[in-house]
């Protein structure tokens, strides 16, 4: 009798637990979206408002000087992953993930009251900066608090799987930004009602949604690996604490930087490339983008979910094996076609093993440290390593191309796509040592 009436007890504990887990993955991962949404904007619109910041005849100068701009904003990432990173350690991962969807708001909020360069000259791009500057900010602690907070809150059997949605919810900002593109075009505004002043509404809208999602990251319960880390030593998230750890700072830069690289060519340079080297319109544009980053979404539960039978590592060197040698073949191919659909396949294809970095390397670095360090040692050094290969991918492969050796990109991504193989094949697979039991 006692078994009898036990085992749904038991069962309706697990449902609970399960519900709690979907729900603060499914909060976690909305701010996430938001924040990306926010900053993705920027690149989704920025055909439309580059004349009002930097106007020039040249149209691919006007592009350089916006993907510059993309650029310098990812300097401030750094400061973010570690300001965030230290709250997050220090105070707890629900605060930093609060703190920063409400920064992100700020700098939505600037961009879209930014008067143009025609109004007051070199002060618009100047603000235009000190925005951008304000969501790197946000966005270098969103990255370590997000992927800290959804591999705490995951099942240890399921954690690769959970905390793919960390880039699900990446990719569907972007997503998201092209979708109020496309109504904006199609729907609401005319082309010359864009570019005079509609570019304007998708950053009211981040700015809105930044603060939705702020309201519900107030409601999540911290992580019970956090509580219980406490309880075993004080809180520390300093730098200090974090160079304990050299070995696995440098894994997260050798892990990060090809992955980085080739994830920010196939997202925020596509949209530029199909349309000035591959000459696409507008709207074959929009869509082939919109279409490839709904492949790219559907595939990361997938690796996600596959890395947690057969491990991280296959999946890694699968993508550094494979972008090694396909990386210049898909784009030299992509510039030299005119057909919107094979445009679409060929970007599709990229994904197929992209994906094999995205959807893991969330967890595979918060694998790597103790509960004590971990928001600080995921978010910090990926930050710099992105700032230094991911922010820079479309101004490098733009000056490239406006120097005429445009192909000259192609190679150096594929061999930024090596350097990381090389770690790939070394490291250890963090399913199998992993250190998110450790809160020392």
């Known amino acids: 009798m006692t078994d009898q009436t036990a085992q749904p007890a038991s069962d ?39 004349p009002a910041f930097f106007p020039h005849s040249d149209p691919v100068v006007q592009q350089l000087n916006a993907a510059v701009l993309f650029a310098a904003t990812f300097l401030m990432r750094p400061l973010g992953g570690w300001l965030f990173g230290f709250i997050a350690d220090r105070y707890g991962r629900r605060l930093s993930l609060t703190l920063s969807v409400v920064c992100m708001c700020f700098g939505s909020l600037i961009i879209a009251v930014t008067p143009t360069y025609e109004t007051i000259g ?45 880039y699900v919810t990446l990719i569907g900002g972007q997503l998201t930004a092209i979708i109020v593109l496309l109504l904006l075009q199609k729907v609401f505004l005319t082309p010359e009602e864009l570019k005079a002043w509609g570019w304007r509404i998708p950053f009211v809208i981040g700015a809105l949604l930044a603060v939705v999602a702020a309201v519900m990251r107030r409601s999540l319960h911290e992580t019970e690996a956090f509580v219980e ?18 070995r696995e700072l ?112 969330a967890i595979v670095k918060a694998e790597l440290f103790p509960t004590n360090v971990r928001a600080l040692g995921v978010g910090l050094p990926y930050a710099i390593t992105v700032s230094i290969f991911g922010g820079t991918a479309p101004a490098v492969a733009l000056y ?31 399913k199998h040592a992993s250190a998110m039991h450790r809160h020392e």
Request: aromatic residues 16%; proline residues 3%; glycine residues 10%.
């Open 400 to 430: 490239f191309k406006s120097v005429g050796h445009e192909d000259w990109f192609y190679y150096y991504l594929s061999g930024m796509i090596f350097l990381s193989l090389i770690i790939y094949s070394t490291m250890r697979d963090t």
């Open 12 to 50: 309706h504990l697990d449902i609970q637990d399960v519900e709690r887990r979907v729900k603060a993955i499914f909060i976690g991962s909305v701010g996430n979206l938001v924040e990306w949404y926010d900053f993705y904007a920027y690149t989704a619109f920025a055909l439309y408002f580059a």
């Open 229 to 246: 880390a406490k309880k075993v030593s004080k809180p520390t998230g300093s730098i200090v604490g974090l160079l304990n750890y050299p």
């Open 250 to 361: 440098l894994l997260v830069v050798g892990l990060t930087a090809g992955g980085t690289a080739a994830f920010y060519t196939f997202t925020t340079y596509m949209q530029t490339f199909v349309k000035l080297s591959v000459g696409l319109t507008e709207d074959q544009t929009t869509f082939v983008i919109f279409g490839s980053l709904i492949f790219a979404t559907i595939l990361q539960p997938i690796y996600g979910g596959l890395s947690d039978r057969i491990g991280r590592k296959p999946l890694l060197i699968f993508f550094g094996l494979v972008g090694t040698i396909s990386t210049v073949p898909i784009l030299t191919t992509l510039k030299e076609t005119k057909s919107p659909f094979i445009a679409f396949l060929l970007i599709c294809g990229a994904w197929i093993f992209v994906a094999g970095y995205t959807s893991i390397n």
């Open 122 to 166: 070199i002060a618009a791009p100047a603000i235009l900066a000190l925005a951008r500057i304000i969501e790197g900010l946000s966005l270098g602690g969103e990255y370590g608090a997000s992927a800290t907070y959804l591999s705490e809150v995951a099942d240890p059997k399921h954690r690769g799987f959970y905390s793919s949605f960390q």
